[in-house]
């Protein structure tokens, strides 16, 4: 009986040891998976878009170009 | 260890097949016929239309197991069960001899295969059953021929063909290699069954193909693809659309544990229809240690045009926008003189905010390029899509572009984008291995193609009796063509299709109107679309015009939605788009739209007295071409918490093979419509995305679902043509949950989310 009481008190101190040094790791690592932890923007090029400037690029390239058409075509043939 | 387990046809796999699978498998050219049908429907409009080829899509095994190619995308619909099901039925195969294996993106072998707008089954349920039915006259003509006799002395049943005179019988797998000899019938020739003779369609006995490794977690998704030698990959993408690298420093993504290279991706300026944002890939040998590499990650962004965009400040632009003139889409008799000389005038202004679409599983594309070829293992909508985009994207002919379809954990639109193949694709040219592109949650919610935001406002002249003599719709919404068009700032004629020119009721003065919206983020499509806030505004609009008459809700529906005929849309529509089906067999009904608000109320008891604190909401709305009411439940307690003790919906989609899907589509559409109501709202600061996960985009938890929902499918006969079940649930559930919660507490929700509007109720 002690000894499987024993045995039962290190399995516990075990688990509580591990979960300590998970817990420990996850609050040392809050943001893993939220992506870069340093991220910076610079003044765009670009002018902001507004409801009267055209928002997007006109100057792509050919191919994605011919791709955009293409999908508009397909679209407003089928729908969805 | 390659674990792809589900069964794709791959070329190599067909090859294989050959040798050891004698039946209808033949190196034959394929043959794309057209259907004949009692009705029309737009199939043969979509690119590669449909092929009814039964050695396109059956083959026999000496030991009598049929295999029949599912060509659609399964992602929950229990399409890759139902329409082989079709094709089971005509040929008298017994099921339990039936295997299903999911075809690869080839449209020109298998017709289309675009799995969205609801459109499987009312494209392919002719097809299909003439496959079966090709399939079942060359067994026949095969066992006449064996026995020397005429083929009209034999017929198929049960898996075998018997001699009627004789009783002699032989077997499908007996028969396969000579089946395969015979003529594939002319079409025009070919008896299709009496339904009345169906053994699955319409029966509701049959369960999903992939029940048994859905439920014991043996499924395999896409993400589950694994390949020898492959590289995971996460990326660092741009967090305002139209944003792009100005520079990264990738030294300490580089020591962490895994990470074996850092290398940027190329993007294109917005819009790029469904090119990779661009950003900076790690490169791991386990997907963990490419999400902490990316963690370590320095970048510098340049955030382009859109860095200003706060959806706050958007929600009152498309508001203001909604209280002026716009584009007239629709105009019947004289709006304004009808609604000056009108007794009352009731204005409902209404708002939806972007959603994202959150499939439970992400994005996620396993991609092997090699000497000039690309294979790819991906939970796509549309295969053949993403199989043109690769070629065009690697410069490479589509000849040399495999794409298997897994299983999708979940759609709703977002895996007809193929932007995460295309970044797989690049990723394995540019490694020279095999390369896995995870996207993480936070990623998904980030980077979606999002649902739009609409502001709708409608105003309804009544008279001096409470009948409704005018009506003006105002729906502002950017466009999904803006993710295709640069500066597209109206809503294309599919979109005007979903529920505004479209408004079945009985108004003699109708005037639609769409003002101007731009774009400041990926606009895509996203399950039901524009239904969803033209339902949420012209239900709730129907409810509060029968409050402010005294009106039962019901009543009044039925009172606008008038007598039972064929909708006039009137001439001023330009480019009516009927779900891209011809006028003539899908009508918009309104005798239909009748007949599931009476059966809807009949079976879910409206007008039953609820208990204190509950009410009781009904809406029904029209699209996909399927007429679908729902009533909804609530109980609203002191603190503002909504329960739903039950939920029942009507749906009349026609002519239909599986109802047992359609009521889990149903289902699952009042699960979804209740998380979109209640807390659905993706909102951007600065250009970027607030949410990050499921604790800001929520989801309803399964103690919150409604605790009972009865779906009810309306009968019709054979010669109605079958119209769209995935969809059509979603819109009219939360307009008839918000008119319940009204009943309940007298608060009016016109603005998704509910959140947090409840708790002051």
Not at chain 2, 182 to 198: C, E, G, M, S
């Amino acid at each position: 009986m002690k000894k499987s009481l024993l045995t039962f008190g290190l399995a516990a101190a075990l688990l509580f040891s591990g979960r300590a040094v998970l817990a420990d790791d996850a609050v040392s690592k809050p943001h893993i998976g939220n992506g870069p932890a340093v991220e910076k923007s610079v003044p765009s090029s670009a002018p902001a878009a507004t409801t009267t400037r055209t928002t997007g690029a006109t100057d792509q390239d050919k191919t994605v170009k011919g791709m955009n058409s293409n999908e508009k075509a397909k679209i407003e043939a089928n729908g969805k | 260890m390659f674990q792809n387990r589900i069964e794709n046809v791959s070329r190599r796999g067909v090859l294989r097949g050959l040798g050891v699978t004698a039946g209808l498998v033949l190196a034959v050219p394929v043959m794309s016929r057209r259907s004949v049908a009692a009705y029309s429907t737009g199939a043969d409009k979509m690119p590669h239309g449909t092929v009814n080829d039964p050695k396109v899509f059956v083959s026999i095994a000496p030991d009598g197991v049929i295999t029949i190619i599912a060509a659609r995308s399964e992602m929950g619909t229990g399409v890759r069960t139902s329409l082989p099901m079709i094709v089971a039925d005509e040929m008298e195969a017994n099921w339990d001899k039936v295997k299903v294996q999911q075809a690869p993106g080839d449209e020109v072998k298998y017709g289309n295969q675009d799995t969205d707008g609801s459109r499987s089954t009312r494209h392919f349920l002719i097809p299909m059953r003439q496959v079966g039915a090709s399939a079942r006259t060359m067994l026949e003509g095969a066992a006449a021929k064996r026995w020397n006799v005429p083929v009209s002395e034999v017929k198929a049943a049960n898996h075998e063909v018997i001699h009627v005179g004789t009783g002699q019988k032989l077997g499908y797998g007996e028969l396969a290699e000579d089946a395969a000899l015979q003529p594939v019938p002319d079409v025009a020739t070919l008896r299709l069954k009496d339904p009345k003779d169906f053994r699955y369609m319409g029966k509701g006995q049959i369960g999903i193909v992939d029940l048994h490794d859905i439920t014991t977690g043996k499924a395999m998704y896409g993400i589950d693809t694994r390949l020898p030698g492959m590289k995971y990959a996460v990326i660092a993408r741009p967090p305002v659309t139209g944003g792009k690298v100005v520079s990264f420093d990738p030294t300490e993504a580089l020591k962490v544990s895994g990470v074996e290279q850092v290398i940027q991706v190329q993007g294109w300026p917005w819009p790029s229809k469904f090119q990779p944002l661009g950003g900076v890939a790690v490169i791991a040998r386990n997907t963990g240690a490419a999400i902490k590499g990316r963690d370590a990650l320095k970048i510098v962004w340049d955030d382009g045009p859109n860095a200003s965009y706060d959806s706050v400040a958007y929600r009152r632009e498309l508001e203001e926008a909604s209280r002026k003139p716009g584009e007239v889409v629709r105009n019947n008799g004289d709006v304004d003189t009808a609604l000056k000389s009108a007794a009352k005038v009731i204005v409902g202004e209404y708002y939806l905010p972007h959603l994202a679409h959150a499939s439970m599983e992400t994005p996620v594309a396993t991609a092997h390029v090699a000497d000039g070829k690309a294979e790819v293992w991906a939970p796509v909508q549309s295969p053949q899509g993403a199989r043109d985009d690769i070629a065009k994207t690697l410069g490479i002919s589509a000849e040399n572009v495999t794409v298997n379809v897994t299983l999708l954990g979940g759609g709703f639109g977002r895996k007809s984008k193929c932007d995460f193949v295309l970044e797989a694709v690049l990723l394995s040219k540019a490694v020279g291995a095999p390369v896995k592109v995870q996207w993480t949650r936070e990623d998904d919610i980030h980077n979606d193609f999002v649902h739009t935001v609409s502001a709708e406002r409608i105003e309804a002249g009544l008279d001096k009796s409470g009948k409704v003599i005018a009506w003006r719709h105002r729906s502002v919404a950017p466009t999904i063509m803006s993710t295709f068009a640069a500066g597209a700032k109206h809503q294309a004629p599919f979109e005007l299709g979903m529920g505004l020119v479209d408004l079945p009721f009985d108004i003699p003065n109708i005037r639609c109107e769409n003002p101007e919206a731009a774009a400041y983020t990926r606009i895509g499509w996203f399950r039901s679309v524009s239904n969803i806030p033209r339902a949420f505004a012209v239900q709730t609009m129907v409810a509060e015009i029968a409050h402010a008459t005294g009106r039962d809700q019901k009543e009044m529906l039925l009172e606008i939605i008038g007598p039972a005929r064929i909708v006039d849309i009137g001439p001023t529509v330009k480019d009516f788009w009927d779900y891209g089906e011809p006028v003539s067999s899908y009508p918009i009904d309104a005798g239909r739209l009748r007949r599931v608000v009476e059966l809807v109320a009949e079976k879910g008891q409206w007008g039953r007295q609820v208990p204190k604190g509950h009410g009781l909401g009904i809406a029904v709305h029209r699209s996909f071409v399927s007429y679908i009411a729902t009533i909804v439940e609530v109980s609203v307690d002191g603190k503002g918490k909504l329960t739903i003790p039950r939920v029942d919906t009507a749906i009349d989609c026609g002519t239909f093979v599986n109802p047992e899907r359609i009521q889990s589509q149903v289902e699952g559409a009042a699960i979804m419509g209740l998380s979109l109501a209640k807390y659905g709202e993706v909102t951007f600061k600065n250009g970027r995305v607030v949410q990050n996960n499921f604790d800001g985009f929520k989801l309803a938890r399964i103690d919150e679902g409604p605790m009972v929902t009865n779906v009810h499918i309306m009968p019709s006969g054979p010669d109605v043509p079958p119209s769209g079940a995935g969809e059509p649930g979603l819109p009219p559930f939360a307009p008839a949950l918000c008119n319940a919660i009204f009943a309940a507490t007298g608060k009016r929700i016109r603005s998704l989310p509910i959140g947090k509007q409840l708790q002051s109720a």
